[in-house]
Structure formats: structure tokens, C-alpha cells
């Protein structure tokens, strides 16, 4: 039976996943999306209600359009009640912000008021939420019961998710023109591009009876491991990838299926040591990821999706933030410890992580500027961050003196030290890179 969707967010997991996941399924007659961007929210109106995204595939670029979308901004009275409304009559909800930090912000309009006020206990109903945090569900559970009674909730289940897809919204009008995209709605200088992979992973649902209206995710009992590949496997790849293509003088992603040595060194590493390091710890699961030739093509097809040159990815885009991506538990390092940890040396992580360091210090020094990026991947599973303060312009001379300031006190030796030294030992290897 057709129900109403509602959505938190309208960036390009919401517009290009959740949505588009959503519409296709047939199963749902109302699309109801809390949108605070006012100008956006009066755009898709202006529109006839109708979003289109552009979706890249293996062959090329298409466009789908998503009808019946009524935006409503939560800061507007009238808005608000009608997304309360379409609380009540929901059986699935999608978060997808920025951060889980909003989830609790803006008072009467924050998105755990919202549904705290549409749920009740006579209906079963699921939230994704798809924010990139590996507790994000656990983290909107405890802001909505500071709004009303775990009664309240007692038939609402709040689910993390696992979500691979690369997607982003470019929004240069000169770009659009360029890659011939099409925009959100016409006139908008802003357009949403994803890969139509939507192999996402939620957890399961403990609802009795219940069904969902959107069939392609799929359900695991424990999403840790899961977590733990996207982040230490497709993640560390990724930026490994980026950190040398940026060496190499590429400015696309799609320029490194070309080069034969990194293609070889990017799947080496993302075998011999994030695979190995995955295999080992979670191979106990039995799922088939966590063996061998399970997780030898998880590694091809994503290969092959971070280079597709249909995304337009960028590699300035996939080396930005390298302060989050040198934190001591998150990509780099992070998996570097897990390999150490089961006897692997991650000398190839380690010299992208070298890469990173040096790049983080010319952006202090004012040497590397960044550029115009156009489609991002978005959210994975990565780790809340944690550490010290970022480092000062100034503050650090030497990769050595960076990752020290960055890691603070939460590094201890023997870890630490056996971190340095790889990337100390990667530093002189990074000439071979160079063009």
C-alpha cells in the first residue's frame, strides 16, 4: 500500500539516494523533505514540485526526474506542520544533513522535534540515518528522547546505515555547461551527480512484521565490520589514490586508470594490507566480503567506481581535509594500526599518509591553495573525530611535528612510534611519484 516518505536534508544522499531509492520502489505516494534553505525550497516549488539528478553509470551520464517532492522549511509555521503531519502518516524516514550535530539544533524546527511531536506508539515506523558517523543512530535516538518519553517511541526503530556512494553537487553554472549536466531545476546553478551504485547496508530491523517500502538495502545484524571496511578498505584506498595522483600532477580521478603503476600499487594495497588487515579481524563473520575472493572484487569494483570518468571526481577533492584524514583512528592510520596489529607492514598506506603529511603542511604554509572541485563522494562510515586541536601556520616543521601536534594524547607508543617511522621511511620513496 502507497505511503508517505519523509526526508531530512535535500543534499545529494537525500535528492540522489534516499529519494530516488525511494520513487522507484513504487511503494510510496508522497515525498515530504525538510529543507532550511529557503531559496532552494522556493526553486523546487517554482519547479512544479519536480527535482531531476544526474546519475553516472559505467557508460555514461543520465538524468532522472523525481516528481511530486514537496520541500517545506521547518522555520516556517505553516511548513512545520505539514512535515508534522507527514511524521504521523510515515512508515520510513531518511536523515541526511551535514552532521549529526544538527539533529537537536533549532529548537521547535530541529529534526528530533519534528518527529518526536509526529510519532506515536500505535505506529510502526524506521528512520536511516544517513550522516557520516558511525553512531548516527544511536545519536538522534538519545536527542529525541530529550523531546518526549521512550513511550512515545515505542514503535520507531532508528537505524545506521552503510552507505558506498559516491555523489556531490556541483554548483558552477561554467561546469554544468561543460560536463552538460543538467541542473536540479531549470535555472538553478546547482546540479546533483551520483553513481547509480545503491548497495547500502542498514541494520536490522527489529519491528515485528514490518516491511520496508524501499527493498534494495540490505539488512546485517552487526554493521561494524562493515563500517570498518568502508573506512579502513574504500576509504584509505581512496585517499591513498588521491595523495599519489596529486604527485603524478592529475587533476581527475578518472586520469589514474591510464597509469598502470598506481591502478597496480592502489590494488595491491587495498588487498595485501586493508584486505588482509579486514580479512583477518572480521573474517570470523562469514560473510563473504571478509574472504579472499570476496573482498577481491570489493576492491575491483570500487576501483573501478573511483576512477569512472563519468563522475568527474577530482582529485583535489578526494586530498581536501587532510588534517581528518591523518587523525590516529580514522583512514591512514587507522588502518595502518589494524594491519600492524595482525602483522602486516602497511608500507604503501603509510606512504600515502607521508604524501598527506607533506601536503598538510604546504596548506599551512599557504602553499597549496585549493582549487574548484566539482562532484564529492559523500559519507561513509568514518569515525567520529577525535585528538587535539588542529595545528597552528607555523606550528609544525616536519610531518613528524604535524602528526604529533595533530594526534596529541590520544596516540600511545608502541603505535605511535612504528607510525612515525613508516612515514618517515615512505618520505624518501614519494620522489619516485613525482612528475
Known amino acids: 500500500m502507497p505511503a508517505t516518505f519523509v526526508g531530512f536534508g535535500f543534499g545529494p544522499i537525500q535528492t540522489g539516494l534516499m529519494l530516488c531509492e525511494a520513487a522507484e520502489s513504487g511503494n510510496f505516494d508522497q515525498f515530504v523533505i525538510a529543507e ?26 543520465r538524468t532522472q526526474r523525481l516528481p511530486g517532492i514537496r520541500l517545506c522549511n521547518p522555520r516556517v509555521p505553516a511548513d512545520r506542520t505539514a512535515i508534522v503531519s507527514a511524521v504521523r502518516d510515515a512508515r520510513e524516514l531518511a536523515t541526511a544533513i551535514p552532521s549529526v550535530s544538527f539533529y537537536g539544533a533549532g529548537g521547535s524546527s530541529s529534526i528530533a522535534s519534528l518527529i518526536a511531536e509526529g510519532a ?18 544511536e545519536l538522534l535516538r538519545e536527542e529525541l528522547l530529550k ?3 521512550r513511550d512515545r517511541f515505542a514503535g520507531l526503530q532508528v537505524l545506521n546505515t552503510v552507505i558506498g556512494k559516491m555523489s556531490g553537487v556541483i554548483s558552477s553554472a561554467e561546469e554544468m555547461r561543460e560536463l552538460e549536466l543538467s541542473p536540479m531545476v531549470p535555472g538553478f546553478e546547482k546540479c546533483v551527480l551520483v553513481e547509480e551504485f545503491n548497495r547500502i547496508l542498514i541494520s536490522r530491523i527489529a519491528l515485528p512484521g514490518f516491511t520496508r517500502g524501499i527493498r534494495v538495502f540490505e539488512e546485517k545484524d552487526d554493521l561494524l565490520p562493515f563500517e570498518e571496511a568502508k573506512l579502513y578498505g574504500h576509504n584509505a584506498v581512496h585517499a591513498l589514490l588521491g595523495s599519489l595522483a596529486r604527485l603524478r600532477g592529475y587533476t581527475a580521478m578518472s586520469q589514474i586508470r591510464d597509469d598502470a603503476e598506481l591502478l597496480s600499487f592502489g590494488r595491491e594495497a587495498f588487498l595485501g594490507e586493508c584486505g588482509a588487515a579486514l580479512i583477518g579481524k572480521h573474517g570470523k563473520t562469514g560473510d563473504p566480503l571478509f574472504t579472499d575472493g570476496g573482498f577481491a572484487s570489493y576492491a575491483d569494483d570500487l576501483l573501478g567506481r573511483m576512477t569512472n570518468p563519468f563522475l568527474h571526481d577530482r582529485v583535489e577533492r578526494i586530498i581536501r581535509d587532510p588534517r581528518r584524514k591523518l587523525a ?17 607492514e602497511p608500507k604503501a598506506l603509510a606512504l600515502g599518509a607521508a604524501a598527506a603529511a607533506l601536503f598538510a603542511l604546504e596548506l599551512e ?5 585549493p582549487q574548484r572541485g566539482a562532484a564529492a563522494p559523500q559519507r561513509g562510515a568514518a569515525a567520529p573525530q577525535r585528538g587535539a586541536a588542529a595545528p597552528q601556520r607555523g606550528a609544525a616543521d616536519t610531518p613528524r611535528e604535524y602528526l604529533l601536534a595533530l594526534w596529541g594524547a590520544e596516540a600511545a607508543e608502541p603505535e605511535r612510534g612504528a607510525c612515525l617511522s613508516l612515514v618517515e621511511d615512505a618520505i624518501p620513496r614519494l620522489r619516485a611519484w613525482q612528475r
Open 36 to 61: 532550511v534553505d529557503q531559496v532552494l525550497v522556493d526553486a523546487v516549488r517554482a519547479a512544479g514540485d519536480v527535482v531531476t539528478i544526474n546519475i553516472a553509470g559505467a557508460g555514461g551520464i
Open 120 to 137: 506515536d506508539p500505535g505506529t510502526q515506523r524506521i528512520v536511516y540515518t544517513a550522516e557520516n558517523n558511525n553512531y548516527a543512530a
Open 147 to 149: 523531546n518526549a518519553s
Open 328 to 344: 590516529w583512528s580514522d583512514r591512514f592510520f587507522g588502518t595502518m594500526r589494524m594491519a600492524m596489529a595482525r602483522g602486516i
Open 365 to 369: 604554509r599557504g602553499a597549496a591553495a
